[in-house]
């Protein structure tokens, strides 16, 4: 999605520098990218004292596993090096 927005200047230039990012746009994605998983995180917490885990039982059976859920977003594919 294609969009022009106004970012402070030093707010960019200290989320390049945090994140060693060499384009505006990866700085910009990364930090959409920690806002959605952001989300994920306080969904987990609010499941505190409402699981009760046990480590009864086989763990290599299929009902014990775990699959993280796949982001909504689609990531672009990468580009090839030059």
Do not use: C
């Amino acid at each position: 999605m294609r969009t022009n927005i106004v970012i402070d200047d030093n707010l960019m230039q200290a989320a390049m520098s945090a994140g060693n990012f060499k384009t505006k746009k990866d700085a910009v994605e990364e930090g959409l990218r920690l806002l959605a998983r952001r989300q994920v995180y306080q969904d987990i917490r609010a499941l505190r004292g409402k699981l009760h885990w046990s480590l009864d039982g086989d763990w290599t059976e299929p009902e014990h596993s775990v699959q993280e859920p796949s982001p909504t977003w689609q990531a672009p594919e990468a580009k090839p090096a030059k």
